[in-house]
T-cell receptor, first 115, second 117 residues
Framework: GESVGLHLPTLSVQEGDNSIINCAYS??????FIWYKQESGKGPQFIID?????DKRQGQRVTVLLNKTVKHLSLQIAATQPGDSAVYFC??????????????FGGGTRLMVKP | NAGVMQNPRHLVRRRGQEARLRCSPM?????VYWYRQLPEEGLKFMVY????????ESGMPKERFSAEFPKEGPSILRIQQVVRGDSAAYFC???????????????FGEGSRLTVL
């Protein structure tokens, strides 16, 4: 669900290591869960999504895991690179909102990659 | 294929003035969404529009804010009598008719950053 905070949680990783970014959601009526990446001064960019009836989906260097039992979503980035430094947001598309791609965003995690 | 275009990128207004933010969706996209982002926070949904129709405005403040997406031209987010609390980044996103390439994929613009003095 939505979260509001004064400071974004930060994950700091070494270049080449794997990164895991977590997100908790509250609404069980969502049909898709999505990860977005936002670089400083730019708009969010779609990374990957997962349908609610799946528990894992892989993309290029990224994997999204969905655990509906505990309402938890994670994004795994393999071999993290300096270009991965950004704020990552999870989002959900609620079935009850009808047609379209209206999304509800979480609070975000800042990923910092150390060279 | 040009992406979502927003202007102005930066806008400064004094309290009580009006702010108009414009958004041209990607070519072929007829669905537009506006989001607001405060510093260090997530994006908050404001309004969802299709050409000449407001589909969902559940995130819009009841007063001073309005949005339109005319048959011709860009979508406009209008804020009347701005207050300091309106200072934020306003993002527009678009998607094709129905659903995007991926179900949750919205294409975002670079945002319009409003500062109210």
């Amino acid at each position: 669900g939505e979260s509001v905070g004064l400071h974004l949680p930060t994950l700091s990783v070494q270049e080449g290591d794997n990164s895991i970014i977590n997100c908790a959601y509250s609404n069980s009526a969502s049909d898709y869960f999505i990860w977005y990446k936002q670089e400083s001064g730019k708009g969010p960019q779609f990374i990957i999504d997962i349908r609610s009836n799946m528990d894992k989906r892989q993309g290029q260097r990224v994997t999204v895991l969905l655990n509906k039992t505990v309402k938890h979503l994670s994004l795994q980035i393999a071999a993290t690179q300096p270009g991965d430094s950004a704020v990552y947001f999870c989002a959900e598309r609620r079935k009850d909102r009808g047609a379209g791609n209206m999304l509800t965003f979480g609070g975000g995690t800042r990923l910092m990659v150390k060279p | 294929n040009a992406g979502v275009m927003q202007n102005p990128r930066h806008l400064v207004r004094r309290r009580g003035q009006e702010a108009r933010l414009r958004c041209s969706p990607m070519k072929g996209h007829s669905h537009v969404y506006w989001y607001r982002q405060l510093p260090e926070e997530g994006l908050k949904f404001m309004v969802y529009l299709q050409k000449e129709n407001i589909i969902d405005e559940s995130g819009m403040p009841k007063e001073r804010f309005s949005a339109e997406f005319p048959k011709e031209g860009p979508s406009i987010l209008r804020i009347q009598q701005v207050v300091r609390g309106d200072s934020a980044a306003y993002f527009c996103a678009s998607s094709p008719v129905g659903q995007g390439l991926a179900a949750g994929e919205l294409f975002f613009g670079e945002g319009s950053r409003l500062t109210v003095l």
